[in-house]
């Protein structure tokens, strides 16, 4: 089973990187409810797509090799080419390092607020899209990781299960609406 050491290693990579970053994923449910209930397979960090420079740079200089994720293929990311919708997704490999692989994800945020990638119309206030845990990490709120999560409910279903009953009514309300706002019906909405 994973750790919360883990999370700590890629803090350690990212101390000096000057932007925000956030934990998300399934890391980021695990720290909303300060345990871990499952078994993780990576780390994956949300960053303002206006960052994505400064994520590259940094991780350059440190010698990792970086793909774009595009149309399930991964291509090297080795230009000064922006990364724009619907390209959201960058794996970030270095051989002997632990972790050795961490996936970045570009997110669509603003000065002061947050947009949802695949259907911007849904926001939420800058303040409202992250927490910071007892030891200092930013982690994107629950709500915005099911909601990207909810697109394979079966697969994530858990995470849901998990986190629903622990989110704060406002949480609860913001996601039960995205969802109506995504899907015709979805399995999670009566549950909320």
């Known amino acids: 089973m994973?750790?919360?050491?883990?999370?700590?290693?890629?803090?350690?990579l990212f101390c000096d990187l000057h932007c925000q970053w956030f934990v998300c994923g399934g890391w980021a449910i695990d720290l909303f409810l300060n345990r871990v209930t499952r078994r993780h397979k990576d780390i994956d960090i949300a960053i303002a797509r206006n960052d994505q420079f400064k994520v590259r740079d940094y991780l350059w200089q440190r010698g990792w090799k970086l793909e774009k994720a595009i149309d399930g293929k991964l291509i090297p990311w080795i230009g000064n080419e922006p990364l724009v919708l619907p390209v959201h997704t960058i794996w970030c490999r270095k051989d002997k390092y632990d972790p050795n692989f961490v996936e970045v994800l570009l997110n669509e945020i603003e000065e002061d607020q947050f947009r949802f990638r695949r259907d911007r119309s849904i926001t939420l206030a800058r303040e409202r899209m992250f927490f910071t845990t007892s030891c200092g990490l930013l982690v994107l709120a629950p709500e915005i990781v099911l909601l990207y999560k909810s697109n394979s409910p079966e697969e994530y279903d858990a995470d849901f299960?998990?986190?629903?009953?622990?989110?704060?009514?406002?949480?609860?309300?913001?996601?039960?609406?995205?969802?109506?706002?995504?899907?015709?019906?979805?399995?999670?909405?009566?549950?909320?």
């Not at 994973?2 to 350690?12: G, I, Y």
């Not at 622990?166 to 549950?191: C, D, I, Y």
């Open 2 to 12: 994973n750790t919360f050491a883990e999370v700590q290693k890629v803090r350690s």
């Open 161 to 192: 299960q998990n986190t629903a009953k622990s989110l704060a009514e406002e949480s609860r309300v913001w996601l039960k609406v995205s969802l109506n706002r995504l899907f015709a019906q979805h399995p999670w909405v009566g549950r909320l």
